[in-house]
């Protein structure tokens, strides 16, 4: 006890907590919270929860999909039964202890895409479709006119080599878990498991894809030509091979040529894990998207220069990380509020309102031009457009009304960012927070969440209370949106107050 | 005008049948301009010293000269009322596009299998048509590639590959299959325009506000320099494709 309390007290431990009080902590108001995380380990906290849950379509199609694959990969796995059950019982306990489960709950699309991935290699070969060979170069051609991985490493030096390989065989590992600490800190709370989310969905759709269509990537092309291929065959680490050259030692060549997924071209996860992790940076910190497209762009010259993939497999894998992050944003995405310096400086989540954003919509509200400088090629402009909404959910005469009624009542131009400008400091956040604070009927902890599982990235039975989940704006159901669109009423019959 | 009619009858109202347009073309401008960035690293063999020819090279000039556009357009997709000429633009260009890419599709196709895939594959056509029909003798060449693994028998091992007949229906089943989702795309695209400047039409008519030009007018044609002469450009080539389009489908 002694030697944890001296540990604890030593500056090295007390020097960054009271930074991390100081610049994130404070920023919490002291009746909120929605910004806290769980420290129960009582198991039936769970349990009862998960009795006493309804249990809607959507989650039993997103539980009963991510249960099978496991359930998949339990079996094929050759490992004893005396090693597999141990394991899998170890990890429902995870799930099982508040604790733990409000993050595995949300992670379990990239716990399911892990499992797969690395078990891919155990499936039967006998299971496994016929491998393509030409398929990926052919189609390479007629799309885009020329073999781009071809084009790229027609000339490799030692210089290009160390370029190609920090982010592809660097910042590419660490990366997801670098976005996923900013989402932490600097998103709304609820955020972290809408990355969770898209990003587990989107590199399992890729593995899945991958094993029923396998294809050989550039260097097999390299290698043997356009020959046959078999499942027999080893892998090869392409122009990562040069670095361990360059190094002297083994760090990719060993791991590539026993790759679970040897055939596993198309698409490309290296570019669907970038072209996520820019998307959810884009729409964090848009300020600096031409940095986050630098990075993607650097990784695609990479991925092709070091014969790893085809362009089209790149353009697969963005496409997918598009469409699945675009599927997240409109469903389960909470809006960033610019004003806001972290997590903790949130007093309620708002979420998309279509109709809001939709320019179609009789209900669009209008973007003022300062928000194009805040874009991430336009795919959150939404963000400045609902700065405002904390504001006016400040002045009681806006309380009752739903977005179109507010609309209808002022002028547009009132809704725009230039004529409240706030910069995204803890000075002005603290300012507003207090604002809140001393206006007890404007308290947000009132609104409680009846039904987080909307509100949730993932799905989840674990966390349906205290999370105070403002659905002012909320129309998340892409399924729902043909019935409202139809409609000239906003979404404001879903408010929960 | 018997066009248009027709036109108006198979634009999708929403995208996918369910999805508001706005997201469609969110989707498909982004695609659109991951796509067009290919452009880039093809233009890249003027340094690696990689061979093109002059169809690729403009085909790869051509991609990186719409990618300005479309990003514009992205950038925009929200901004009232200044979308209106920008997706105006994006629209006739993607139009343009899906029409001059139908024929480079086929030009490739043709370059594909009479140059590139002739070459590459040195007379290995006959011997995986040969080993199509005669399963089991086709195994060897994949042995000696492989490093062999004496378990398991060739036969096997030739099909755990793609028969040339199958990489073929993939091939030309996925150009069919791209090229009428682009199609597709582009109807998207230009149902969302057309309500757009119908939408426009209205605003201008209604608002006093919007009665003028945009607000981006005076700026833009007030300013000097090379930059101000690009922006002035292009913002006639969007005004001009807007009034295009006004009257096309007036």
Known sequence: ?497 | MTFVSNLNRVLPQKFLGFIPLFIGVEIILGIGILNKAGGVYGILSIFTGHPINFWQWLYNMLSILTLPFYISALLNLKSKPRNARKISLASLIYTVDTLVGLFFTIYFILFWFSVEDVTQSSGDYVKRALDDLTPGSGGIISDKLAGSVSSTSSSDLSSQSASLVRELYVIFSSTIVITVVRIYFNLVIISFTKALLKQDLNDRKYHERLNGDDDDEVEILSATGLLAGVHRFVYNLERGAKDTLNSFFS
């Open chain 1, 1 to 497: 006890m002694t030697v944890a309390s001296t540990i604890l007290r030593s500056r090295v431990i007390q020097k960054p907590f009271q930074l991390f009080h100081y610049y994130f902590l404070l920023e919490k108001p002291p009746a909120s919270t929605l910004s806290d995380l769980q420290f129960e380990t009582d198991i039936s906290i769970s349990l009862n929860k998960f009795k006493h849950h309804n249990w809607s379509i959507k989650e039993v199609c997103h539980y009963g999909f991510l249960s099978s694959i496991i359930f998949f990969v339990f079996i094929i796995f050759p490992a004893s039964f005396l090693i597999k059950i141990p394991i899998l019982l170890s990890f429902i306990l995870c799930f099982l202890i508040p604790l733990t489960s409000q993050f595995f709950v949300h992670a379990l699309p990239v716990f399911t895409w892990l499992a797969l991935f690395f078990s891919a290699g155990k499936i039967p070969t006998h299971w496994k479709p016929a491998i393509s060979v030409k398929v990926l170069p052919a189609m390479e051609t007629i799309l885009y006119g020329d073999n781009l991985s071809d084009v790229l490493a027609t000339v490799t030096n030692s210089f290009l080599d160390l370029v190609a390989w920090f982010p592809y065989g660097i910042v590419h590992f660490s990366a997801p878990f670098v976005v996923a600490a900013f989402i932490f800190l600097f998103a709304p709370p609820t955020s972290l498991r809408s990355f969770g989310f898209a990003f587990g969905y989107m590199n399992l759709i890729g593995v899945l894809t991958q094993i029923f269509f396998p294809a050989a990537a550039p260097w097999y092309k390299n290698l043997y030509g356009l020959q046959p291929a078999n499942y027999s065959m080893q892998g090869s680490p392409g122009g990562l091979g040069r670095i361990d050259e360059l190094f002297g030692f083994d760090m990719y060549t060993t791991t590539f040529s026993n790759s679970p997924v040897i055939f596993g071209a198309f698409p490309s996860l290296h570019s669907g894990c970038a072209i996520m992790d820019v998307l959810f940076l884009c729409w964090l910190f848009p300020k600096y998207k031409y940095v986050w497209w630098t990075y993607g762009s650097w990784l695609w010259w990479s991925t092709m220069y070091l014969t790893h993939h085809y362009f089209i497999d790149l353009i697969g894998g963005a496409a997918l990380s598009l469409i699945v992050f675009e599927y997240t944003k409109y469903n389960h995405l909470p809006i960033v509020d610019p004003a806001k310096f972290c997590r903790w400086s949130y007093v309620e989540i708002n979420k998309i309102d279509i109709q809001t954003i939709d320019p179609l919509s009789s209900s669009y509200i209008s973007v003022s031009d300062t928000s194009d400088s805040e874009n991430n090629l336009g795919l959150d402009d939404n963000v400045t457009r609902f700065v405002n909404y904390p504001y006016l959910q400040q002045q009681p005469i806006f309380q009752a009304q739903s977005s179109q009624s507010i609309a209808a009542q002022l002028p547009v131009e009132e809704f725009e960012m230039s004529s409240i400008s706030v910069p995204r400091s803890r000075q002005s956040s603290r300012s507003y927070i207090a604002g809140v604070v001393a206006h007890d009927d404007v308290d947000v902890s009132s609104h409680e969440d009846n039904s987080s599982l909307e509100n949730s990235a993932t799905p989840s039975v674990f966390d349906d209370e205290h999370h105070q989940i403002s659905s002012t704006t909320s129309t998340t159901s892409l399924e729902d949106l043909a019935s409202q669109a139809s409609s000239l009423h906003p979404s404001s019959s879903k408010k929960n107050r």
